[in-house]
Structure formats: C-alpha cells, structure tokens
C-alpha cells in the first residue's frame, strides 16, 4: 500500500549536479519525517540529509553540507535531493526513507543510482 518511488539518478562528470525526487503514495506525507540514505559498493548504507515534516528543520552529513539541498513539496508528496559539485565518492544507490516518528513506522523506497566519474 505504502510505495515511496525515487528518480533523478544518472551518470555525470565531476562538478555536475543531479536532482533526485521521491513521491510517496499510501501515506499521509505531512506527517512523516523524511531522508536520504546511500550505499556505495562495499560499503554501509549512510544518511546524507534528513528533514522535519513540515520543512523548517534539515540536517546534513558533513561530506556533503555546502554541496547537497533536501526539501520536500507536501502538496506533491514529493521530498527532493538537489545534488551540486558532484564528486566521484558520491557515487552510490540512493534510497529515500519516510519515518512517523511516533508509532515508528518506516519506509524506503527501492533507490536510485548515481554514479560520478573523475
């Protein structure tokens, strides 16, 4: 019933820039916490940026603070990951993720790949 479906994921240079969506359907979105993990090959799946239900609060990770903008479009059950100055360790399977913090309920969608080269 719940489905969180991600895109925007590509290929791209070093420096480019990529904006990944993920709309959210079975859930009332508003009420949800919302955030960004990825997992890079051989690696632990890590939290890039996270933000509060109604938008007033984010947090980043520090690799990608300066670089990277969460938001979300609650009208549009959408949350958003505007990805600048793109470097090759961003290259990873980006999954987002919708927590109700209350009743812990949790959510991922399926992810989305993006790969960076040199």
């Known amino acids: 019933q719940v489905q969180l479906v991600e895109s925007g994921g590509g290929s791209v240079h070093t420096g480019g820039s990529l904006r990944l969506s993920c709309a959210a359907s079975?859930?009332?979105?508003?009420?949800?916490?919302m955030y960004w993990y990825r997992q890079a090959p051989g690696k632990e799946r890590e939290l890039v940026a996270g933000?509060?239900?109604?938008?007033?609060?984010?947090n980043y990770h520090d690799s990608v603070k300066d670089r990277f903008t969460i938001s979300r479009d609650n009208a549009k059950n959408t949350v958003y990951l505007q990805m600048n100055s793109l470097k090759p360790e961003d290259t990873a399977v980006y999954y987002c993720?919708?927590?109700?913090?209350?009743?812990?309920?949790?959510?991922w969608g399926q992810g989305t790949q993006v790969t960076v080269s040199s």
């Open positions: 079975g859930l009332t979105f508003s009420t949800y916490f």
């Open positions: 933000i509060s239900s109604a938008g007033e609060t984010t």
């Open positions: 993720k919708a927590v109700r913090v209350k009743f812990t309920w949790t959510y």
